[in-house]
């Protein structure tokens, strides 16, 4: 049972825990609000949802160390919550004690210091996390709800990613060394990402019968964690690790790969066969091939693209060469999510028929050569 006393000026609702110890919310202005918060307490101790109000001291700092251990993802997503936790939770919110963490201060904080400071889409990545990281304290009753839930902000869609038709990848390519193009080039032929591009080993790759590329589900992908440590693991999802059919002329562009590449465990290696880094393919290849250059008269192409642009390039194609839904899902390692694609699957004639569009798109208006003087100046 909750009752309401006058204290001081303002009003102040009490009520028994089940330890028999009474405890007190003080500061209500009204009597209204007081017994509306005691009619509350009253409700939620009946249908044992009550969380008990002492709990709700805890800190931030408390309550992260203890979900922190009880928590298992990967090294590569841990990665990314120790990094948002470090540098932007913990900052505003460390020494506050959960029960203080008001929604309110929440959206002041996100809207005048993450989003001011960083792009919205990173913004809205740490507010998840903070928000995952309160719903789990509700859950073991700490707090009574979680102050991010339903937060109204208008983050900003992100900007349609661009695409490139089949001349510019061939363009793209052939200002890149054989390697580096090849790896281009399968990118945009496979709609592949690119830690699964690089961790992409040779015993995982089938070019006899049936011809294709195997992301494996736990060593799939190459993943780069804090920025420095190269370590292989599983690929973004478990929809990721799948297999990718190849087109007979990407498949004799890998051969002829594989005899310039001999003795290489992976299909696309750095330097001396090491571990490529992303960071430094974009620095040494990818951006001056998109910058172009006077001297070989190589015009600018789209320097906004990025390296996962290519995945967008080769969802488009498949759109435009009329491949069903459920087989694009597939061969992009996409979650089926709609009632549809439950119902729908993929056969081996859906397979056939979208290889041979991408044969005949690269045979059409593909095809790719080097110009090989002057081209070590060039990139």
Known sequence: MAWVEKHGCDWRVRYRLDDGTVFSEKGFQTEAAANERAADVES??????????????????????????????????????????????????????????????????????????????????????????????????????????????????????????????????????????????TAAYTGMRWGELAGLQWIRTYLDENPRLVVDPKFGALHEVRGQKLVLGPPKTPASAREVHLPPFLVEELLAHRKRNPDSRFVFPGVRGALRRRSNFRQRVW?????????????????????????????????????????????????????????SHVTDVMISRMLERLQRRWEEDGGWSWIMEGLDEAV
């Open 44 to 185: 939620d101790q009946r249908r044992q949802q009550f969380a008990d109000p002492r709990l709700a001291k805890t800190t931030i700092d408390e309550w992260i160390r203890a979900w922190s251990d009880a928590h298992g993802v990967t090294e590569m997503t841990w990665s990314t919550y120790s990094s948002h936790i470090r540098n932007h939770i913990l900052p505003r919110w460390s020494g506050t004690a959960l029960g203080d963490i008001a929604r309110i201060k929440v959206k002041g904080w996100v809207n005048n210091t993450l989003r001011k400071n960083l792009a919205d889409k990173s913004a809205k990545d740490i507010l998840v996390l903070f928000s995952q990281i309160l719903a789990e304290a509700v859950d073991e009753q700490l707090i009574g709800s979680n102050p991010c839930r339903k937060l109204r902000i208008n983050f900003e869609d992100a900007p349609e990613r661009p695409h490139a038709s089949t001349d510019e990848v061939d363009a793209l390519a052939g200002r890149m060394r054989p390697d580096d193009g090849l790896l281009t080039i």
């Open 287 to 343: 951006l001056p091939a998109l910058a172009g250059s006077e001297a070989l008269g190589w015009a600018p192409l789209n320097q906004e693209m990025h390296f996962h642009d290519l995945r967008h390039t080769h969802e488009t194609w498949l759109v435009e060469d009329g491949v069903p839904r459920v087989l694009r899902l597939e061969r992009l390692g996409h979650k089926r999510k709609d009632v549809d694609d439950d119902y």
